[in-house]
């Protein structure tokens, strides 16, 4: 099955410590996505990447980190510095024709929680 | 900037009832719209899609028309049913320098009781 994964699905972390979040997909696309939803808001979007080795800042980059070393993974890094990360991350990705405005697909979510 | 915003939920309707939940944007140039569905716990599904004016997106008995007069794409649904429930969200991509950016309303509740 193709599809988008994302692990772990509930992550607990302590203040302090940094932590990655995994995303990979089996779908061959080129475009990867990560946004953070937080209760009662829409998806606000965190980093993207067009093409391996390359992402760009979303409108809320702050305390995060990413890395593109491979087309089907895209690892988002919360740092210590995001100042209140308990959130759902999401992960997306597709084949956007020259533009971009094609569908993005979703994987199933992580649930951060920091104690 | 870009914007999407959805009628405040959330939406309780009895099974068999009808659904409207309303959403309008504002973007520059011509974005394509979006509707898609999270049942909780889970990631974003996509419901439907429009890319261009008067396109009709349509699934699951669930359809959303592309009116560019009035900057709307509301979700309609004839006749509701329990496992309808969940988060609907509205989004549009501008493409162009907004390259690959989705932008959210803030999603609507809809619970359907039997």
């Known amino acids: 099955d193709g599809g988008i994964t994302q692990s772990p699905k509930y992550l607990f972390r302590k203040e302090g410590q940094n932590v990655t979040l995994s995303c990979e997909q089996n779908?061959?696309?080129?475009?990867m996505y990560w946004y953070r939803q937080d209760p009662g808001q829409g998806l606000r979007l965190i980093y993207y990447s067009q093409i391996v080795n390359d992402f760009q800042k979303g409108d809320i980059a702050e305390g995060y980190s990413v890395s593109r070393e491979k087309k089907e993974s895209f690892p988002l890094t919360v740092t210590s510095a995001q100042k209140n990360p308990t959130a759902f991350y999401l992960c997306?990705?597709?084949?956007?024709?020259?533009?971009?405005?094609?569908?993005?697909?979703f994987g199933p979510g992580t649930r951060l929680t920091v104690l | 900037g870009d914007s999407v915003t959805q009628m405040e939920g959330p939406v309780t309707l009895s099974e068999e009832a009808f659904l409207t939940i309303n959403c309008t944007y504002t973007a520059t140039g011509y974005p394509s719209l979006f509707w898609y569905v999270q049942y909780p716990g889970e990631g974003l599904q996509l419901l439907l899609k429009?890319?261009?004016?008067?396109d009709k997106g349509s699934n699951k008995g669930f359809e959303a028309t592309y009116r560019k007069e009035t900057t709307s794409f509301h979700l309609e649904k004839g006749s509701v049913q329990v496992s309808d429930s969940a988060v609907y969200f509205c989004?549009?991509?501008?493409?162009?320098?907004?390259?690959?950016?989705?932008?959210f309303g803030q999603g609507t509740i809809l619970t359907v009781h039997p």
């Open positions: 429009a890319t261009k004016a008067d």
């Open positions: 989004a549009s991509n501008a493409g162009g320098t907004s390259y690959g950016k989705l932008t």
């Open positions: 779908l061959n696309h080129d475009a």
């Open positions: 997306a990705s597709n084949n956007p024709p020259s533009g971009g405005r094609d569908t993005q697909y």
